[in-house]
């Protein structure tokens, strides 16, 4: 198929409709409205559903509803938002029900502004909502690779009976770039034999779509279950890029859209002889920590950049163990940093060093 | 011997964990016997609300989802956009449907969402233990209006039957009660009303019942129905608020 130039947000959605995603439930949120918009112009013509609902509270209940009904369906949102429908998450969560969030991050807290963030990565990685649970969080630094994974992430959600995360921000939103849709490959999904879709009283179990266990014993056998699922996940499913990183005396690390200018960043350093890397995580959850092991006794120092205070960083200290120093530089409000701030942090941390 | 009755097949055999002399048996009862009748057992799709029908997902048999607090129009609304041949049906008290989640009750109301509500609207919060709920009566003693629900300090009690009538996307909304025999067999009628119309794709359908919480009331069944009777009826009249489409 060929290259086609398209806004993320436009990518993604028709990703979604290309992995048979017929059914979307949005609201309106800078910056991610072109989502609901492309839904709502390509829904009719494929015979897919797509409803503006009153709130974000009631899209993600569509979806909980149109998950339990064995539909692939998803929402998005970004950040403002997203915190809205944390309650329904918490509960498909819970339910095992597959389904399909997209949140392109803004600046926060509070209202905050429709400029790119990275500031809900503990919300999406660390819970969001109440409860023990984890989302599949996956993280796109390209408009390709965010279309690769929606495609991906229906999968994903189906095999786990796990609501996935796609973790972007209003850069991998808004900006244009030429997209591919690979056809997506044909995996072994399991039956949704425990889809509420009307019971004739014998071929099946009768389906109960539920998050309400009120005896201890029966919360522990759910917990038991999402654990073992937990367990399996964050065995299988990890991924990450490593950029040039086999030889790095200096590992950068960074996600989604910093990770592009952390690729910058470490070129401009290697022309000018600093043996520069990148760890890209592209799952958020499952984290891969071991990528970060590995290079513990090859590099001086991992630097970490995010679009926040400093959320990944945690994982990334967590992963490390001590073993090398983890420096943070964090980029607020909105702005992006570019490869030469980021490069003039680097020098301050060699040069301190010495 | 010959059998002259039979429990609806549509309630499954779990026993009812509602308080002695409620009526949310009777609601129960009348919704599964109306399923049957119209034939849509194998059809059927329930969602139970957080409040005491919250384990109505056991009781019902058929398939069904447990929503979250207020939800579960938005939930029926994913369930039947995905299988509109289905017969999806939400049943919330009057915390569920009438505080929490008013938004989602409005708006389903508003798309015309061709589902049926069964609003049970006993003026009480009663699995929480007898607070006050938005269509408690003024004057009413609560946990949380210990000296009577009072205008200036609570509101007034929200009418939602009156209220979604005026919404150009319902198609048919009825108040009942479930006080006495005789309203007992309306209530009925309404329901199946309300699936029936449904079934021919007319839009969205509630049937709000007036029912009896003799716990948090602190009454006997038998007074409790007398209450009923004489408090809630005449803030909340019986009858057809809306039927058919005036556009």
């Known amino acids: 198929m060929a290259k086609k130039l398209m806004k993320g947000n436009e990518a993604i959605a028709e990703a979604a409709i290309k992995a048979g995603c017929r059914y979307f439930f949005g609201y309106p949120i800078t910056p991610q409205n072109e989502i609901p918009e492309y839904m709502s112009r390509r829904m009719p013509q494929i015979g897919g559903t797509f409803v503006q609902a009153e709130s974000e509270v009631s899209a993600i209940n569509m979806v909980y509803g149109a998950a339990g009904a064995g539909a692939r369906a998803m929402t998005s949102s970004s950040s403002p938002g997203i915190s809205l429908k944390q309650e329904g998450i918490s509960y498909i969560a819970c339910s095992e029900l597959p389904a399909v969030i997209v949140n392109m991050m803004r600046t926060g807290p509070g209202l905050g502004g429709i400029l790119p963030s990275q500031g809900d990565y503990f919300q999406a990685v660390k819970g969001g909502g109440h409860g023990d649970y984890h989302l599949i969080v996956l993280a796109p630094s390209s408009i390709q690779e965010a279309a690769d994974l929606i495609m991906d992430g229906f999968d994903l959600a189906d095999i786990y009976r796990n609501p996935v995360m796609i973790l972007g921000d209003g850069m991998i939103g808004q900006m244009m770039e030429p997209v591919e849709f690979k056809e997506p490959g044909k995996r072994p999904l399991p039956a949704k034999d425990w889809a509420a879709t009307g019971w004739d009283g014998k071929s099946r179990k009768r389906a109960v779509i539920n998050s309400l266990y009120i005896a201890a014993e029966e919360m522990e056998e759910v917990m038991a279950r999402l654990k073992a699922r937990y367990d399996e996940i964050e065995k299988k499913e990890k991924r990450v890029e490593e950029y040039m990183m086999d030889d790095a005396e200096v590992c950068i690390t960074a996600y989604g859209t910093v990770a592009r200018i952390a690729k910058s960043t470490a070129q401009k350093l290697r022309s000018e002889g600093i043996k520069a890397g990148v760890i890209r995580p592209i799952t958020l959850w499952p984290f891969p920590s071991e990528t970060y092991e590995k290079y513990c006794g090859q590099v001086d120092f991992f630097f970490d950049v995010e679009m926040s205070l400093g959320q990944m960083l945690e994982d990334v200290k967590l992963a490390v163990n001590g073993r090398k120093p983890v420096e943070f530089m964090g980029v607020v409000g909105g702005s992006v940093p570019t490869p030469n701030q980021i490069r003039e942090k680097i020098m301050e941390v060699i040069r301190r060093e010495k | ?247």
């Open chain 2, 1 to 247: 011997m010959t059998k002259v009755f039979e429990k609806t097949k549509m309630l499954t055999d779990v026993p009812f964990h509602y308080c002695p002399g409620c009526t949310h048996g009777i609601a129960h009862r009348l919704v599964a016997e109306c399923i049957e009748e119209l034939g849509m057992c194998d059809k059927a799709v329930g969602i139970a609300p957080v409040g005491c029908a919250v384990f109505a997902y056991k009781y019902f048999n058929c398939d069904m989802y447990e929503a979250s607090h207020g939800r579960a129009p938005s939930v029926a609304t994913g369930a039947k956009r995905v299988h509109p041949e289905n017969l999806v049906f939400t049943y919330q008290g009057d915390g569920d449907l009438a505080s929490m989640g008013t938004a989602e009750i409005v708006h389903a109301a508003a798309r015309g969402e061709n589902i049926s509500v069964i609003f049970i609207n006993n003026a009480i919060y009663g699995m929480t233990g007898g607070q006050m709920a938005p269509t408690s009566i003024m004057g009413q003693v609560t946990t949380t209006s210990p000296y009577g629900r009072k205008k200036e300090l609570n509101g007034m009690p929200v009418k939602m039957s009156e209220m979604l009538a005026v919404l150009d996307g319902s198609y048919y909304i009825e108040r009942c009660s479930l006080h006495d025999v005789a309203n007992i067999r309306k209530a009925k009628a309404a329901i199946k009303k309300a699936f029936r119309y449904q079934m021919e794709g007319k839009g969205f359908s509630m049937v709000e019942l007036l029912s009896t919480c003799p716990t948090n009331w602190g009454m006997t069944p038998v007074k409790a129905c007398e209450w009923l009777k004489e408090n809630m009826i005449p803030y909340y009249p019986l009858g057809v608020k809306k039927e058919g489409s005036t556009l």
